[in-house]
């Protein structure tokens, strides 16, 4: 069983998770008020913007620290999150774009056959763990890269990481392990 | 024992007496031990005539201490920390164990579990009894008892994946690695459960095969165990004609109504249901089917697939659509990824194909045409090289190849002559982006923003202007009415504490800025920590002040004054010789004396504000003086933190000798104890 090197699965990114700074301070209720595609929450003190052309949507607080999420792809994300930092702009703060990181990253991705999961967590003893009773997923952690994986008896796998680079890797790095605990197709 | 040879007559042969206690030598008669300790069973006889041992059972773990008379209230004192942790988790499996019928073995082993919590930390935010009930479920894992999560998130009322969470990360953290939960193991509770009476083993029997069966059938992974025992024992019971329904078959299972009946829909599309009874316990089916979910994931696919093909059938159209796909995502693929502004106008190509794709196409094309007309000459000279020998062949040939170039302007002609702008523009904005991408990256260091990318006009439209900001600002101030007016209320009340002074800060918890202690000696050193922090029970005062020289001790009494006249509220402390009297406190006590001395404390403040600017130099004198009372810690603290002042007060306490005594907790504390101990000194 050795594990095929050109291995044509599609991981699709379903979100991108990112944070910057504007070092300023910003006035929440102006935002609230001026913007039009905004929700504003007091008892969290924080404001939801959603764009629509890089489909995301922003928590920004009044410290200058704001959060990005629902992008497809690290690039988008750092155009959705310049481009909220123009709107805010106009609307006449002194924003500044520092300290932009992509901080999570969220895949989805089949394997062509279904898993074992019994005999995989069996296998993989400390680093995966299984409970039907609260989860139908086997999680398997790793730790090197810090990333999770959960993976489902029908083959499908979430992944989630800090960049997509080690998305990629994790779901490289698990392959063969779920090959060895695959499930025979009846067809 | 300890006396081999009798002390007067050197006779080594000595009589002990267990009765009496005593050894005596048998030459010489005298006495060598009296009272001896005698370590025995002793037996009292109790009510109804039964003899019991007298004693009572210590726990081998733990410390040694003192046995409990009464109510058993005082543990605190005297007891560390980690040993009270551990009681009361004991207390607490046991209670939680009890209920849930585990014997003995599991309990301690729980117990075990718990300690090694305990030493790693992992019980610190997290609540006690979430970590009680984590440690059990491990061990009921580890031993295979039919226990659930759920029985536990019952009892402790507690939702479950909090529990589930805790004791994956305890899991984790303790390198248990407990066994996958087998549905099998719950099949006889809940047997017995369902009240079967005599044929509930048949009963069993008969579900664990169907069990096994849905295993192999995959219908097991990733499934509560619990649901697939329900639908295993309904089906088990009708088989042996028992009368239970869904209802009461989730009574017992605690799953719901749903899920049951979908895992026996599913059983039902395994060819294991299409056995009869008889069948079934004779015959085991070879094959294995694959997982519900698969199954039903592939179903999809297919349906996809069936629904392209009618399509497909219904001629032209379908025919055409389909060929639209093929067409866009081959474009899509060929298409050169375009950055800066023109990104825009590309993303908007894509809903308007018609339009604007051939113009682009018309770029490639124009470049294929270019290379194929080249070749093309090429070719045709080629040929009517090679054509003169076949001249048929040649004009064969020679058609073909002028259509391709015919094809090119045909194009042009039909779809008009190419905006040649937007070509050179794209060619720039290909150039830009280059250039631009350079200019990024230096612009992010330094933290400004690119405006690459970014449309200003669009942007515009994300901001509302002056009508509109009015009138939502009208909208947001009516539904957020309620929230408003607490605020404005809270910033109301705060302006008035201000004005009235006593307002306060609210807790911030902000850390007390502590001057760092300035001390010559280490008795000075201890005292003034001990102003400064809270008054602890678990020091051992007497030691601290034995610590310092006992010089210090006299001390003390001078320094307590006598208390301030007019001073209301004061409990006026004596001198130090009667103070044994009448502070002999209990804990209670001195916190409300404490509470009792804090407002006056407060108000007192200012007068020893005046005093500071004079006495701090004298303050960084050294002075060996223990006595200087601690204050309450607590209100001096918050007008400001320096020891210098207090000791400067202090100071002047005992020159005017009419300042308020400062009795420290300490001393309220201990008080009596060091007292005593300066009695004792004097006396001794």
Redesign the interface.
Known sequence: MEPSNDVALDIIITNVVAVFRTRCHLNLRTIALEGVNVIYKPEYGKVLMKLRKPRITASIWSSGKIICTGATSEEEAKQGARRLARTLQKLGFKVRFADFKVVNVLAVCSMPFAIRLIDFTKKNRPIASYEPELHPAATYRIKTLKATIQIFSTGSLTVTGPNVQTVATAVEHIYPLLFECQKPLRK | MTSRTCKNCGCSEIDLDQARGNAVCTSCGSVLEDNIIVSEVQFVEGSGGISSAVGQFVSADGPVKAPVLGTGFHTSLGKESRAQTLQNGKRQIHNLGSQLQLNQHCLDTAFNFFKMVVSKHLTRGRKMAHVIAACLYLVCRTEGTPH???DLSDLLQVN??IL?KT??LL??EL?I?SP??DPCLYIPRFAHMLEFGDKTHEVSMTALRLLQRMKRD?MH??????GLCGAALLVAARMHEFRRTVKDVIGVVKVCEATLRKRLTEFEDTPTSQLTIDEFMRVDLE?????P??TA?QKKVKLLQVHYLTLSRHGLACEISLYQDEIETELENSRPRLRGIYAVFSQASCSSPTEVDPEEDEELEAVAQHFNQDYICQVIQGQQQGGEGGGERGTEQSPTPPPPPKVGPSLNSILGPLPSAASLGLCESIQECFSVDKNSDDK?ER????????D?N???????NDKE?RI??DL?MKQ?EE?LKEQKEKEDRIAKEKEQGTYKEKPKKTSKKREPIRASTAGEAIEKMLEQKKISSKINYDVLLDLNSKGGSPALPTTVDEPPPGAPGRKRLSRRKKQPNKTNLSLANTASIMGKRLRPLISSTPKKKRVTPNLTPAAALARPNISSPPTPTGPTLEENGPVAYDEAAREEEEEEEVEEPCVSALQLLGGNEYGCEAEEEEVF
């Not at chain 2, 992974?221 to 619990?226: F, H, I, L, V, Y």
């Not at chain 2, 669009?458 to 509302?464: D, G, K, M, Q």
């Open positions: 659930m999560l759920l479950v994946y589930g004791f994956l899991a984790r390198c690695n996958a939960i995959w992974t990733g499934r509560r165990p619990s094959q294995e089917c694959d997982p979910s698969f994931g992010s933290g400004e923003l690119d405006l690459d990318g970014i200003d669009e942007i515009e439209r994300y901001i509302l900001v939502k600002t947001w957020n929230y």
